[in-house]
């Protein structure tokens, strides 16, 4: 049964958070409590899982990218795209009823996904790296939202708008909502359907699964259209948290937390596999870190290294090759997955 837990995936970033949450308890006894506050429950734990709902967003289109051996630099700055469009977007109507709110939304989300297919085209019909490709999109991006802002921070009076972000459902933030609405209909396509398997297909070796009679080109143009809705839907919550939009500074970063929590959560920038379960585990862990940084007072400057060290210690927990030279079990069997495995994970 050990055995058994140890090969999961989920297994060691299950454990990482855990340990990140229990410091959390021995600086502050009160971190667990949760309590119902004007019928909303209220708590350290609750905060993690809404501030942490863009990542986890971005992540899981992010892991789809991923698994057919491209990555996405461009979610940052489509993050600042979507939060600008929607921002201004309702700021130029008259701020009534709710058509301004499905205007940004449904605005954002349709500059965001063809965005996301820019990408895609420039990857699977030209032959651009995918690095090359979305690091275009990186500069660009970050350049169009700060000309849509006019580089200044545009704040937003418009009551419905705040509730993508910073609303309540049944007690719950509705950012969490949109998050399981996105992660159970992303399983649903790629684990019940034969789409995961197109996906892991193209990842391994796109040529073959060419001739096995598997469009390759439409299969990446589709994940990175998927990548830039949800890096949409991110920036969208991002915006309405704190009713503005800032062409500057939003998104920043985000891209790197969202490889990190990809590749904590178990799938290889070497594509083939993918695990979105263990993705949204990384998420929570980068969150959790973050948030434990700032209530234990780690020095801000300080605060990336502080994330690097525990990003590679949870990539060094999973390696087997790693737990059996230091703690002397876990044997290898160097199957074909596994080395499929090695590289940037060290699994």
Same mark, same amino acid.
Request: with cysteine; proline share 3%.
């Given at each position: ?7 999961? /995936? ?6 990482? =958070? ?48 991923? &698994?057919?051996?491209? #990555? ?67 500069? !660009?991006?970050?350049?169009? !939202?700060?000309? #849509? ?41 790629? /684990?019940?359907?034969? =789409? ?11 040529? &073959? ?90 020095? !801000? ?22 737990? /059996? ?8 069997? /160097? ?13």
């Amino acid at each position: 049964m050990i055995k058994s837990m140890l090969k999961s /995936r989920l297994f060691w970033p299950i454990i990482v =958070l855990l340990l990140i949450l229990m410091i959390n308890l021995f600086v502050d006894s009160s971190f667990f409590s949760i309590e119902v506050r004007n019928g909303h429950l209220t708590g350290s734990l609750i905060d993690i899982l809404n501030r942490g709902a863009p990542l986890m967003l971005i992540s899981i289109g992010m892991t789809l990218v991923i &698994a057919t051996k491209g #990555i996405d630099l461009s979610v940052g700055s489509v993050i600042a795209m979507s939060g600008a469009i929607g921002a201004m977007t309702v700021a130029s109507t008259d701020g009534t009823g709710l058509v301004p709110l499905f205007m940004a939304i449904g605005l954002s989300l349709l500059i965001c996904t063809l965005v996301g297919s820019w990408n895609g085209l420039l990857v699977s019909r030209i032959g651009v790296q995918p690095i090359v490709a979305t690091l275009i999109l990186m500069v !660009a991006g970050r350049g169009v !939202a700060q000309l #849509i802002t006019g580089g200044q921070i545009t704040t937003v009076y418009y009551d419905p708008y705040s509730y993508i972000g910073g609303g309540y459902l049944l007690a719950l933030p509705f950012s969490v909502f949109i998050v399981a609405f996105v992660f159970f209909v992303a399983v649903l396509l790629t /684990r019940k359907t034969a =789409l995961g398997l197109f996906i892991e297909a193209v990842g391994s070796n796109p040529d &073959a699964s060419r001739l096995a009679g598997i469009n390759s080109k439409n299969i990446m143009l589709m994940v990175y259209m998927f990548s830039g809705f949800c890096a949409g839907v991110g920036g969208l919550i991002l915006s309405s948290n704190v009713m503005s939009a800032d062409g500057n500074n939003a998104g920043l970063w985000f891209e790197l937390d969202a490889i990190l929590a990809v590749v904590i959560g178990g799938t290889s920038l070497m594509g083939g596999r993918f695990y979105l379960m263990g993705t949204v585990m990384g998420a929570l862990i980068i969150q959790s870190l973050t948030t434990t940084i700032y209530s234990i007072g780690v020095p !801000a400057e300080t605060n990336l290294v502080v994330k690097a060290i525990v990003v590679l210690v949870v990539c060094l927990l999973q390696s087997p090759e790693f737990r /059996r030279k230091v703690f002397g079990f876990g044997k290898v069997k /160097r199957t074909g997955e596994q080395k499929e495995r090695e590289g940037v994970t060290l699994s």
